[in-house]
């Protein structure tokens, strides 16, 4: 664990990747997802020094609670994580683009 995160925060991690492996999610993807989670909250709650306007202005794992995954409607990631992406990959146009456009101009 990184030497940033809280006793809770640890301990946060360890439940939800038992949870994940409990739910058939290889080691690595269990730790990943945790990591994600626990990083996501950090995020919000002001404790990193960077952090992506995905995270903070997007809802916390927990309210989420999974509504991007097994529904009908939009799936996949939000406009601005894929905008962040987009720009990581220095797409040019970006800023004007819809989320079908840029999940087109990505290849996704």
Avoid: C, F
């Avoid at 529904?71 to 079908?100: C, F, V, W």
């Amino acid at each position: 664990m990184p030497k940033e995160w809280t006793e809770k925060q640890e301990r946060q991690y360890k439940h939800i990747r038992d949870s994940e492996e409990g739910q058939g999610a290889s080691t690595r993807r269990a730790k990943e997802i945790a990591a994600r989670t626990v990083n996501k909250n950090r995020a919000q709650a002001g404790q990193t020094k960077t952090a992506s306007r995905s995270s903070i202005k997007d809802k916390s794992p927990q309210q989420r609670g999974g509504q991007r995954s097994g529904r009908k409607g939009p799936k996949g990631p939000t406009r601005d994580q894929l905008y962040n992406e987009a720009k990581q990959r220095n797409i040019r146009g970006r800023s004007k683009m819809t989320k079908s456009e840029l999940a087109d101009a990505l290849g996704k």
